[in-house]
């Protein structure tokens, strides 16, 4: 049998090299050197053989159903524990614990300088950051970690990050992104990674009490910075995506700036599984009850369901504005008028508009007239909604391109996320119209020769629409403010995301380093193209970039997708990243000519 298997393993790797079909190989190897029998006792010993599937905290709901479906007793399910309307609670991954990892990331206060970048790049959501005041530590656990916050002005103010330890996957990217290091150890950052085992009791009791901590309030919060930010609950954690996964941190953002008021129409791939795949979703809410509205259709028709979740809003809006109108008579005309011609922009408008509708309803509930019954219905569209469509590069430029194209075009206020792994990474990394010139992928074993397609140029032809291409391991704060402009733009808006990937056939750990180089090498430059700047007669394209400073091949050949095929077919290869590296030069001179034209040059909108 173990001949037959590493047959298999050369059948298998034979393309990827050597190495990796010797590493496979003694894998085998160290799994038969460790293989020892187990005797199985003829009777069961043990007096508790009813182990908690999930914490004695967790809901009824998640308790009877959920951890009933994690413990794999699903169909034992009566159907009366369902709920009737078919409704599914979300945020329900935080009671899974998984503890796949025995190595955690150890926070050191003294060492760190509070930047909020371990808790930006963590694609599990697993590190989060409080401020708040030192009285608060009157009654923590002996061991809970704080430190006096950098910001001046604020001495009573104390920081904490808490790491989720039981939910984190061990990818190492918290510490590799960390830039503090003791100064009398060079070794030491201000998170490192240490064993789970011995303190993990400790830090379950640190986690308890850093949840009773409140939230910092979002509308006194400036997010316009990385550090600042990682203040905002993320109502997306604990995924199921891969250790180190290049999407997820992007949800995570768009939770935490748009979450309490987003809607996500979720195209088929990696993220609509690790995003509603069951027994647990990862989509969470605050707890005042609010939270994304998450759905899934389909792959090939994901962009007309976020339109069509679009128009609804909008058309719930226009109903319920023409009711607000009908009864300000009984409402008063000043009060109707304020709701009506609020300005929502800032975060605090926001959170002023909320507080305006929750004192509507209850008007309204004291009312007994149709009309207020109808304006019940629909009184929370009074506060501004974000629609997002989100998928993938599969989705986005091939399968359900012809949607996305209409969406964008339509001119409507829709908001597109594309989480690029330019591949197909949820079917096993098929070729899409994204991969790049001179990467292998399935459909593409050869290396594919034709060009990756400029989704971005396509989008700006149009003249309307928000445009973006970021890398957050690369420059996390612009794409920070990319979310945040295209969100705060009055129509459609499109951010094209890079995503590193296990697709990519490295260790994801230098995932961020990866993207770097990405960007360094000139084969994803970033950059935004904002119609408003054309408006007020200023150049809309932005490169936020500098030039190239190193190759594409040394960005490239660090990744198996590339640098399997010369060792394949060194010959093409040699041809064929020749040809990329051309491409990448002819599109950063087109660029750099588009940076510095004049607003005249640019589609003027309408
Ligand atoms: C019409 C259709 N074709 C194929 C599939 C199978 N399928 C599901 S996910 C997926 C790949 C998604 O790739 P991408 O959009 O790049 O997202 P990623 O997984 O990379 O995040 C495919 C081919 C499908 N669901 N529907
Ligand atoms: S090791 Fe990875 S999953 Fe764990 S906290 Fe760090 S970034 Fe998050
Ligand atoms: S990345 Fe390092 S310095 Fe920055 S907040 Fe995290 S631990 Fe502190
Ligand atoms: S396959 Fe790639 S995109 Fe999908 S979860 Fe894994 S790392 Fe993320």
Redesign the pocket.
Known sequence: AIKEIKKAIEKTYYKKGQKVIDQNFKAVDATLAHLYEVAIPKKVSAKNVDLLTVSEKAPAFVKEVTAMMMAGHGDDIPVSKMTVDGTYPSGTTQWEKRNISDLVPVWEPDVCIQCGNCAYVCPHSVIRAKFYHKDYLKNSPDDFKSAPINARGFPETQYSLQVYLEDCTGCNLCVEVCPATDPHNRSRKAINMGEKEPILKKEQENIDFFENIPWNDRSKIDFSTVHGAQFLEPLFEFSGACAGCG?TPYLKLLSQLFGDRLLVAN??????IYGGNLPTTPWAKNKDGRGPAWSNS???DNAEFGLGMRITADKQLDVASSLLTELKAELGEEYVKEILGASQVLESEIVVQRNRVEGLKEKLRGMNSPAASHLLSVADQLVRRSVWLV??????Y??GYGGLDHALASGRNVKVLV?D?E?????GG?S?KSTPTAATAKFAAGGKAGGKKDLAMQAISYGNVYVARVAFGANPQQTLLAMREAEAYDGPALILAY?H?IAHGYDLKDGLNQQNKAVASGHWPLLRYNPSLRKKNQNPFILDSPRPTMSLKDYAYNELRYKVLTITNPEAADVLIKHAQELVNLKWKTYEELATKAASDFVPVA
């Open positions: 999407e195209a088929t791939g990696c993220s609509s389909l792959f090939e998928g993938g590069d599969g989705w986005a091939d399968i989480l792994t591949v197909y990474s949820n079917t098929q899409s995503s990937c």
